[in-house]
């Protein structure tokens, strides 16, 4: 029981990456690719999170800690990292999306060609 | 007062392109003449560096840098309380200086050339307050010696290339490229980051080094290896990943274009690093070694083909780089291919890495170069579309014989280096397989017959009347391409001083996995 | 002196000053012969361009453009071009799927090999 538990985590961060990638796979709209992308961001910060976990350690906050060892809080540190690139990757291609509305009047991504070959 | 300086040359490799950078916007306020004087000001000052701590690494062997530490050489070994080397480590090795003359050298000339080539756009602060985080993030990935570090610095460049090539907004056009580069760039760094919680997951370090002294090459180890090279590749631009390349490099300003093939190169460097310092020979050298080399020579072949019919110079240049990155990957690949087999190693092994490393500076000097003639070409006639121009020779002959040279090394003609490192690629891969050393030169042709068609349709042909206003660039634009030029035929006429002094160091520093491991963990 | 040393390559040498050398000699031998030659051979009716027999086209017509140039090349590679034009659709989403596919693929060949 306690296995399953502590596999529970995981298995929320592989249906969250699955989810986005299917998003970002067979949805067309642009909006909705890169909501898919956030997805897989948030799935990414989680598994770093989960990650960060040792049998038996305790959080790393030093108000009221209890006996034992404390877990790394590295994990942590990376997380905020990544979580601050996100917003602003995310932030930057959302006003990408805004730009490409206003010039082609589409936020389709087949509509959205006009590079090729 | 000058040891402190030189002590911390690797921290100001990457801090003086951030505080050039985000000064800019208050500098920009006094001026555009002050602003621009900021910009060559940071862009020397940069070079300057770069080129101390080259030179440092390739005379004194490799520099490491700790942030925040009492003493900054400070490695693990002699601080056994670090079990966990989570501190953030500069480690810079004869690869690591290679690929930093590689960005000083595209720096200086494409900091010269967008002085004189930007001066007419608008929002400029913003424009080099990008610039000058792109070129940091490039250094900060060719010197980091931390993993997570490594995918910070690849994001930062992603973002800054994706706002820059969207910067100039052309009809939504740039805006498409931006986000084609910035959602593949995300993901790419996503699945990078997805490895690292992996590995640390399992090793409790993100110190590459210390990293590949407790590899086990598990299952899950081999799921973090995908998900590294992948995304590198993919970044770097090898066929069947490279849609964005074409369309990223048409868009974006040419000078952004001529650092963004840098920036590739980085991800290229990453790619190398992870195979051959983290992993080393511990992964099925043979399957990984074909893995590349099937990549190369796709890219080398599609590239090529997909070159020949483009209508847009900048967009055949593009698929060019496609083909050339692809003579890397096959030129490491056999390398990676033979790294168990001491005595093919030793034939051959070593010169396919040595012509792979040596084409990744020729290549990037050379493209670097032809971008920005194509950009000069774009300033003054203001059309990209092969039908439209020529008789641009009669105008622009300073251009026109810049355009010859790049040309001409690209194609791999004595006496420029596009030549010698193409030689040393095609003789090492013969060794290892004749059929692979025929297509790279039927490449090597097609490369040189498509860019006989563009100088016939830029350069050629009697003077056209809509081209009768066309004058020669701006003087700093063209010293800007002279410093890529000449190294170009430095490079070509004395190759084997760079060969010996630059190269084969970078090649013992990619091999050996050992000593890369004990620059930071003390002797083994 | 380090800086002239010949190139070393898996399997020959390289000397791009030989290389300079042979090629100055050559051009040299070229002007020389060139010198030689009739000096009335550049005057007259010789100095025109011959184009099998019809009159020199105007200035304007006279500059191919670049996408009749290789004509001949992609029309005989017309298979492989249209199986590879249609690759390159333009859409994000399908170079989203071939980066996925790639990874799969690697995937595959790493945990089986």
């Known amino acids: 029981m306690t296995r399953l538990f502590l596999a529970l985590p995981f298995v929320t961060v592989v249906i969250l990456i699955i989810l986005g990638l299917g998003a970002m796979l067979f949805k067309k709209n642009l909006i909705k ?85 | 007062m000058q040891t402190f300086l030189i002590s911390h040359l690797p921290a100001l490799l990457v801090a003086l392109p951030l505080l050039c950078g985000f000064l800019m916007p208050v500098i920009g306020r006094a001026g555009p003449r002050v602003r621009n004087g900021w910009v060559l000001l940071g862009g020397a000052l940069t070079a300057i560096t770069g080129l101390l701590l080259a030179i440092q690494v390739l005379r004194f062997g490799p520099v490491t840098y700790v942030f925040g530490a009492a003493h900054t050489t400070q490695t693990l070994a002699e601080n056994p309380a670090a079990a966990f080397p989570i501190r953030i480590m500069f480690e810079i090795d004869a690869l690591g200086a290679l690929m930093i003359i590689n960005t000083t050298l595209a720096t200086l000339a494409v900091i010269i050339y967008s002085v004189a080539a930007e001066a007419k756009q608008s929002g400029l602060d913003m424009f080099y307050a990008l610039f000058y985080l792109l070129i940091a993030g490039v250094y900060g990935m060719v010197a980091t010696g931390d993993l997570f570090n490594f995918f910070v610095f690849l994001e930062i460049t992603s973002l800054a290339g994706a706002a820059l090539v969207a910067y100039r907004i052309d009809r939504g056009v740039a805006v498409e490229a931006g986000l084609k580069y910035a959602l593949l760039s995300t993901l790419a760094a996503l699945a990078v980051l997805t490895a690292i919680g992996i590995l640390f997951g399992q090793y409790n370090a993100l110190n590459i080094a210390a990293l590949a002294s407790r590899l086990q090459f598990t299952p899950l180890d081999k799921v973090a290896l995908c998900l590294l090279i992948v995304p590198l590749a993919m970044k770097c631009g090898a066929v069947p990943m490279h849609f964005w390349t074409p369309d990223v490099y048409t868009t974006a300003p040419s000078s952004v274009t001529a650092f963004l093939v840098i920036s ?176 790279a030169m039927i490449v090597s042709i097609l490369t040189l017959a498509s860019f006989v068609k563009v100088f016939q349709a830029l350069f050629m042909g009697p003077r056209r009347p809509e081209f009768a206003n066309v004058r020669e660039v701006p003087r700093p634009m063209l010293i800007g391409m002279s410093v890529l030029a000449a190294y170009i035929v430095i490079a070509g006429i004395f190759p084997q001083f760079f060969v010996t002094r630059m190269i084969a160091p970078a090649v013992n520093a990619l091999l050996d996995r050992a000593g890369y491991i004990a620059t930071i963990l003390g002797g083994i | 002196m380090a800086l002239f040393q010949t190139l070393k390559t898996a399997a020959g040498v390289w000397n791009p000053l030989l290389w300079l050398i042979a090629l100055a000699v050559a051009i040299g031998i070229g002007l020389y012969i060139r010198s030689r030659g009739r000096a009335d051979s550049r005057q007259g009716p010789a100095r025109e361009p011959f184009i099998s027999g019809n009159p020199e086209p105007e200035n304007a017509g006279a500059h191919i453009p670049a996408t009749n140039l290789y004509w001949g090349f992609t029309e005989a590679l017309k298979g492989w071009y249209q199986k590879l034009l249609p690759i390159h659709t333009g859409v994000l989403t399908d170079y989203v799927a071939w980066f996925l596919g790639v990874m799969a693929l690697t995937f595959i060949i790493a945990l089986a090999g």
């Not at chain 1, 956030?38 to 009221?64: C, H, K, W």
């Not at chain 1, 994990?75 to 930057?92: E, F, H, P, R």
Request: hydrophobic share 55%.
């Open chain 2, 264 to 439: 590739s190169q980085a991800s290229l460097y990453g790619l190398f690093r992870v195979l051959f310092s983290l992993y080393g020979a511990m992964l099925s050298w043979a399957t990984f070694g074909w893995f590349l080399i099937i990549l190369g020579v796709l890219s080398a072949f599609i590239g090529v083909t997909m070159a020949i019919p483009q209508k847009d110079v900048k967009r055949l240049m593009a698929y060019h780089a496609v083909s050339q990155t692809g003579y890397m990957l096959l030129a490491v690949g056999v390398g990676l291919a033979v790294l168990g087999n001491a005595s093919a190693l030793a034939k051959f092994g070593r010169a396919a890495i040595a012509g792979g490393l040596f084409h990744i500076i020729n290549y990037a000097s050379c493209k670097g170069l032809l971008f920005l003639t194509a950009g000069a070409i774009f300033l003054r006639t203001g059309t990209r579309n092969l039908n439209r121009l020529g008789a641009l020779g009669h105008a622009m002959p300073v251009t026109m014989v810049l355009f010859m040279i790049a040309a001409l090394a690209i194609a791999g003609i004595p006496p420029f280096n596009g030549f010698a490192s193409k030689l040393m690629i095609y003789q090492s891969v013969f060794h290892f397989s004749p059929l692979l050393a025929i297509v």
């Open chain 1, 33 to 117: 690719i890169l909501l898919g992308l956030s997805l897989m961001e948030s799935a990414v910060n989680l598994l770093l999170v989960v990650i960060g976990y040792r049998q038996d350690s305790v959080a790393p906050i030093f108000t009221n800690v209890p006996s034992g060892e404390m877990a790394m809080p590295t994990v942590q540190a990376l997380t905020l990292t990544s979580i601050v690139i996100g917003v602003a990757t995310s932030a930057m291609m959302l006003s990408f999306a805004m730009v490409l509305y206003k010039r082609y009047g589409t936020v389709n991504v087949l509509e959205i060609r006009k590079l090729k070959h």
